[in-house]
C-alpha cells in the first residue's frame, strides 16, 4: 500500500514537529536507506570504526608516559569523519525533505545525492561562521549568543530549503525568526531534549560499562595495561551507530521547524494546496 503523503509546509507545535518527524523517517524508511547506502553509507563506517579503535586502547592506557599520538591522531580523524558525514548527511536529508515538500512524486535519489554533496561545502562553511558568531555574542554577554543561536539555525535550513548563500541564508533565519524568537526557542529546546534523552539511552550502556571496567581494571592495572578492550569497542560502536542515525530524524526536525516558521510568514503550504485543488477541478 502506498504511504500518504505527508503535508511538510504546515504550522506545527512542539508534540507534532517531534511526533511528525519520527512519522516522516518511518513512512520514507526505504527512500531514506537507498540514500543513506548510496551517499553515507563509506564515511559512517569509517566514523564507527574509528569510534571503536577509539574505545578499545585509550581508555585503559595507564602507563606513567604514555604514548599519545594514536590517540591524538585517533580523535583528530574522528572528529574529520564526523564533519564529513554531518555535513553530507544535511545536505542529502534535506534535500530529499524539499523534493518531498514540493510534492515531487517520484523523487529522483541520484539528483539528492549530487545536490546534498554540491551543497556539502557551504554547510560547512555556514557552521564555520556560526561558530564564530555565537563565541562572539557568547564572549560579550552570555544573552546575545543564545539570541543569535536561534535564527542561525533556522538559517541553516533555509540555506538548503531556499538555495541560499550563506549571507543570504543567515539573514532569512532572522527574518523567519523575528517576532517567533520565544517559540522558536523554545522548540528547539524541546526538540533538543527529546533527541538528547534518546541519545543518552543509547550511550547509557557505554557509561556503565565504563564505570564498571573502571573499578575491575583498577585493581589490575599491570596485567590491563596496554589492552584491547573489545566489549568497549562494540559497545561503542553500537551507541554511535545509533547515535549518527537518530541525527537524521533531528535534522527532520529541524526542517519541519523551518516549515513551521515560513508557514506562519508567508502560508506558502496553504497557497500550494489551494492552487493544487483549483488544478484538480479543473
Given amino acids: 500500500m502506498e504511504n500518504q503523503h505527508i503535508q511538510l509546509k504546515a504550522e506545527r507545535s512542539i508534540s507534532a514537529i517531534i511526533s511528525d518527524s519520527f512519522k516522516f523517517a518511518r513512512s520514507n524508511f526505504e527512500a531514506l536507506k537507498s540514500l543513506f547506502i548510496k551517499g553515507l553509507l563509506i564515511p559512517f563506517i569509517i566514523l564507527i570504526l574509528l569510534s571503536g579503535i577509539q574505545a578499545a586502547y585509550t581508555p585503559i592506557n595507564f602507563s606513567p608516559d604514555p604514548d599519545i599520538t594514536p ?62 558568531l555565537v563565541a562572539l555574542g557568547m564572549i560579550l554577554l552570555i544573552l546575545p549568543g543564545i539570541f543569535i543561536y536561534v535564527p542561525l539555525i533556522v538559517g541553516y ?3 538548503v530549503m531556499e538555495n541560499k548563500s550563506i549571507k543570504a541564508a543567515i539573514s532569512r533565519g532572522f527574518q523567519l525568526v ?54 568497549a569497542a562494540v559497545l561503542t560502536m553500537v551507541s554511535a551507530a545509533l547515535t549518527y542515525l537518530l ?35 479543473i
Fill in 178 to 231: 523575528k517576532g517567533e524568537w520565544w517559540v522558536t526557542f523554545g522548540t528547539l529546546l524541546g526538540v533538543s531534549i527529546v533527541f538528547g534523552i534518546i541519545s543518552f539511552a543509547f550511550q547509557l550502556p557505554v557509561f556503565v560499562y565504563g564505570m564498571l571496567r573502571g573499578f575491575g581494571v583498577a585493581e589490575e592495572v599491570s596485567a590491563s595495561a596496554g589492552g584491547v578492550d573489545i566489549v
Fill in 71 to 132: 590517540f591524538g591522531l585517533t580523535y583528530f580523524l574522528i572528529m574529520v569523519a564526523s564533519v564529513v558525514y554531518m555535513v553530507l548527511m544535511v545536505g542529502i536529508v534535506l534535500n530529499f525533505v524539499k523534493a518531498y515538500a514540493n510534492n515531487t512524486r517520484e523523487i529522483d535519489q541520484p539528483t539528492v545525492i549530487i545536490q546534498g554533496r554540491n551543497v556539502a561545502l557551504s554547510l560547512l562553511g555556514y557552521v564555520v561562521v556560526m561558530v564564530i
Fill in 247 to 281: 541525527y537524521i530524524v533531528f535534522i527532520i526536525a529541524l526542517a519541519l521547524i523551518y516549515f513551521d516558521l515560513d508557514e506562519k510568514k508567508g502560508s506558502t503550504g496553504l497557497l500550494e494546496q489551494i492552487k493544487h485543488l483549483g488544478k484538480e477541478e
Fill in 157 to 159: 535550513v533555509a540555506l
